[in-house]
T-cell receptor, first 115, second 109 residues
Framework: DAEITQSPRHKITETGRQVTLACHQTWNHNNMFWYRQDLGHGLRLIHYSYGVQDTNKGEVSDGYSVSRSNTEDLPLTLESAASSQTSVYFC??????????????FGPGTRLTVL | GDSVTQMEGPVTLSEEAFLTINCTYTATGYPSLFWYVQYPGEGLQLLLKATKADDKGSNKGFEATYRKETTSFHLEKGSVQVSDSAVYFCALNTDKLIFGTGTRLQVFP
């Protein structure tokens, strides 16, 4: 069965370190998204990609970067981790670029703690 | 900008009670509307969706009707079960998904 996986599931790091969260999907979807989930904010979009070599900033992109070198993977990098980036991170994918009717499929999440 | 407002939780119900979770939206275009559910320790999964006014989405006994005149997409279920305990997110999509803050539902036997 097609799926979307994230690793690691839990990560503790220190302020100032670079951290990379992995996201891998086997749906063969063109679109991939990164969100963070914080109490009282729901999910907020960090970055997204509509295909290989395409990346775009979302609502809360400062301090984060992504790259898309193939269809299956969209790693999220925190260049210099800050305590404000402690959160649960979700990756998602979908099939139709810019289509409002499109369903997104979510990974299980990565809980990141920055000390 | 586009936004979604949903009722704060937690919503606490006994098994077999009727459920309503309110959701209203603000959008400049004609969004599609979604309810996603997040079970403990898991990612979000689509519960139901509606893509145009007056459409009714339904799944697993849950229903929601796209009401353009009241800009609402309230989630309902006639008889909840303990297994429905989860966090429910209302969302709209014009070209990107915008989520509400989520409503936690707790169902007790």
């Amino acid at each position: 069965d097609a799926e979307i996986t994230q690793s690691p599931r839990h990560k503790i790091t220190e302020t100032g370190r670079q951290v990379t969260l992995a996201c891998h999907q086997t749906w063969n979807h063109n679109n991939m998204f990164w969100y963070r989930q914080d109490l009282g904010h729901g999910l907020r979009l960090i970055h997204y990609s509509y295909g290989v070599q395409d990346t775009n900033k979302g609502e809360v992109s400062d301090g984060y970067s992504v790259s898309r070198s193939n269809t299956e993977d969209l790693p999220l990098t925190l260049e210099s981790a800050a305590s404000s980036q402690t959160s649960v991170y979700f990756c998602a994918s979908s099939d139709l670029a810019g289509e409002g009717t499109d369903t997104q499929y979510f990974g299980p999440g990565t809980r990141l703690t920055v000390l | 900008g586009d936004s979604v407002t949903q009722m704060e939780g937690p919503v606490t119900l006994s098994e077999e009670a009727f459920l309503t979770i309110n959701c209203t939206y603000t959008a400049t275009g004609y969004p599609s509307l979604f309810w996603y559910v997040q079970y403990p320790g898991e990612g979000l999964q689509l519960l139901l969706k509606a893509t145009k006014a007056d459409d009714k989405g339904s799944n697993k006994g849950f229903e929601a009707t796209y009401r353009k005149e009241t800009t609402s997409f309230h989630l309902e279920k006639g008889s909840v079960q303990v297994s429905d305990s989860a966090v429910y997110f209302c969302a709209l999509n014009t070209d990107k998904l915008i989520f509400g803050t989520g409503t936690r539902l707790q169902v007790f036997p």
